[in-house]
């Protein structure tokens, strides 16, 4: 398997900017995850799914942010407009209910807002 | 809810030293504690866990140990490599949840 795939793995956006970030899950996951990784805040949990659908948001900043799940395989995050305090490094991780609870994490898109 | 800490934020030592990372947490319904190391531009990656069945675990130069009475878990790192240098993380997730709860982490830096 190819691991969780984030694109893009960079952005840089300015002010005001919408930006859509992506994530494909590890085929068989029914779990999906978004972090955000900063030095001040450390790794915060945004939001995450269970079987495609949004369980728990609480983490997610204000309404600038907003997640989607149509399938399976695919899940955005989306800020809508973007400032510059939302610069910071996005994961999406992955994990399935019957196992370990290890989570998967991709390799992270790195957002710039200027 | 669940309030995970870590210690230290930044750990240096020298090739071939021993590294160790503690981490306290809150809830006492938390069963599972997983480790995972953060490389530079990558995802964080598990490493070790342990389940509060068993006090320790050890896979080659790595062990974890547990003291649920404490509430606290530490990561052990023996004969450090350069290779061990990253940011790890310790998690701990409570009993009939899948959402961990993660330290600050801790920036590890093995001089050669």
């Known amino acids: 398997d190819a691991g969780v795939i984030q694109s893009p793995r960079h952005e840089v956006t300015e002010m005001g900017q919408e930006v859509t970030l992506r994530c494909k899950p590890i085929s068989g996951h029914d779990y999906l995850f978004w972090y955000r990784q900063t030095m001040m805040r450390g790794l915060e949990l945004l939001i995450y799914?269970?079987?495609?659908?949004?369980?728990?948001d609480s983490g997610m900043p204000e309404d600038r942010f907003s997640a989607k799940m149509p399938n399976a395989s695919f899940s955005t995050l989306k800020i809508q407009p973007s400032e510059p305090r939302d610069s910071a490094v996005y994961f999406c991780?992955?994990?399935?209910?019957?196992?370990?609870?290890?989570?998967?994490f991709g390799p992270g898109t790195r957002l710039t807002v200027t | 809810g669940e309030n995970v800490e870590q210690h230290p934020s930044t750990l240096s030592v020298q090739e071939g030293d021993s590294a160790v990372i503690k981490c306290t947490y809150s809830?006492?319904?938390?069963?599972?504690f997983p480790w995972y190391k953060q490389e530079l531009g990558k995802g964080p990656q598990l490493i070790i866990d342990?389940?509060?069945?068993?006090g320790e675990k050890k896979d080659q130069r790595i062990a974890v140990t547990l003291n649920k009475t404490a509430k606290h878990f530490s990561l052990h790192i023996t004969e450090t490599q350069p290779e061990d240098s990253a940011v790890y993380f310790c998690?701990?997730?409570?009993?009939?949840?899948?959402?961990?709860?993660f330290g600050r982490g801790t920036s590890l830096i093995v001089h050669p």
């Open positions: 809830d006492s319904a938390s069963n599972y």
């Open positions: 342990i389940r509060s069945n068993v």
């Open positions: 991780a992955s994990s399935r209910t019957s196992g370990s609870h290890e989570q998967y």
């Open positions: 998690a701990a997730i409570s009993g009939g949840s899948y959402i961990p709860t």
């Open positions: 799914f269970n079987n495609n659908v949004p369980i728990d």
